[in-house]
Nanobody, 123 residues
């Protein structure tokens, strides 16, 4: 069994900061892609940022968050972080962690999602 557990969401005023964490646990051999998505009611889930183990120095961001959000990872802890600064009301959404994980003991490669964490930015 593998699961992703998120933490760090909450309510913050515009201009403030939050840090999201997502820890993968269970029968893990390796992780490559780790990313954050967000979704608001009535809209499709959108990719916010992602980082890979093979190119961790070159993360990718949605244009809407470039310069404000920073994604990072701790491979030893199988954890990905999203530091969100200069938050805007339009950043309000449920944020989901996503990871491609290869299971240990000859297991295959699977995509996993976290349970989601609410981020609300007040104006």
């Amino acid at each position: 069994q593998v699961q992703l557990v998120e933490s760090g969401g909450g309510l913050v005023q515009a201009g403030g900061s939050l840090r999201l964490s997502c820890a993968a646990s269970g029968n893990i051999f390796s992780t490559n892609f780790m990313g954050w998505y967000r979704q608001v009611p009535g809209k499709q889930r959108e990719l916010v940022a992602y980082i890979t183990s093979v190119d961790s120095t070159n993360p990718n961001y949605a244009d809407s968050v470039k310069g404000r959000f920073t994604i990072s990872r701790d491979n030893a802890k199988n954890t990905v972080y999203l530091q969100m600064n200069s938050l805007k009301p339009e950043d309000t959404a449920v944020y989901y962690c996503n990871a491609d994980i290869r299971r240990a003991n000859g297991g295959g490669l699977y995509t996993y999602w976290g349970q989601g964490t609410q981020v609300t930015v007040s104006s």
